[in-house]
């Protein structure tokens, strides 16, 4: 494959992870892998939590689509698709597990108003610690932080714990 197609590949795949992150995240790790999850919306004890097994999980993807593209003579695409996934896996660790919950020790304060929208609207998908009633489920696209605050008051006002669409 050329280069430049495989570029464009390997970007849309990164632009594409998002949306699937957002899926598993509101409807596998909200809903029927929360037995996983919990352990992320609770203190940490140690240097790990049975969430980290979503990492692991989500990885495979990417593992097999970089081996069999290398490796086995699948498509070529199937290469600049599995690196666009790790690509992904890499900057949401970059953001998530480091800059937002601080898992490598750090002293970077996001200062542009991206990363600080980044950073407020996690934090309030957290202030809701049950699998139900949270709010912003993606994270490389966050919704503003006021309609995130918003949303969270009329749940609470109407007693709605389920999350909306």
Known sequence: MPVLPGILLFLLTIAAMEGVAYAAHRWVMHGPGWFLHASHHAPRTGAFEANDLYAMIFALPSILLLAGGVRWSWWPGCTWIGAGIAAYGAIYFGFHD????????????????????????????????????????????APRPEALKAELAQRKRKGIRAPVR
Do not use: N
């Open 98 to 141: 480091w800059l937002v919950h601080k898992r490598l020790q750090h002293r970077v304060v996001p200062r542009s108003a991206y990363l600080k929208r980044i950073v407020q609207a996690h934090r309030l998908h957290h202030a809701v610690a049950t699998k139900a009633g949270t709010v912003s489920f993606g994270f490389l696209v």
